[in-house]
Nanobody, 126 residues
Framework: QVQLVESGGGLVQAGGSLRLSCASSGRTFSRYAMAWFRQAPGKEREFVGAISWGGGTTHYADSVKGRFTISRDNPKNTVYLRMNSLKPEDTAVYYC???????????????????WGQGTQVTVSS
């Protein structure tokens, strides 16, 4: 069974940085694209960014482009989200997710992702 466990969330001041981690188990990590989504109170879940199975391709939501970076360490079965220049509007629960199919880039649609972590809270104070 696939498990995704996020960590690294917390409280940070505006302009600060955090790095989230998502550890995966239960399948061959290096064959699957991964993504990060977030959900703020009272809002729908939204795409943050995604990374291909090999790590060579990434894409981001316009709202985080230039501030957030996704990377992965396949031998460690872990994907990361580095967040710089954080803003109060980045406050949300952040989720990692893995696509359903091997060697498939899931894009920005949540429906393409099969397994999700439990989420980690990020709070940015002004």
């Amino acid at each position: 069974q696939v498990q995704l466990v996020e960590s690294g969330g917390g409280l940070v001041q505006a302009g600060g940085s955090l790095r989230l981690s998502c550890a995966s188990s239960g399948r061959t990590f290096s064959r699957y694209a991964m993504a990060w989504f977030r959900q703020a109170p009272g809002k729908e879940r939204e795409f943050v960014g995604a990374i291909s199975w090999g790590g060579g391709t990434t894409h981001y939501a316009d709202s985080v482009k230039g501030r957030f970076t996704i990377s992965r360490d396949n031998p460690k079965n872990t994907v990361y989200l580095r967040m710089n220049s954080l803003k109060p509007e980045d406050t949300a629960v952040y989720y990692c997710a893995v696509v359903a199919r091997q060697y498939y880039n899931g894009g920005s649609e949540a429906s393409a992702y099969e397994y999700w972590g439990q989420g980690t809270q990020v709070t940015v104070s002004s």
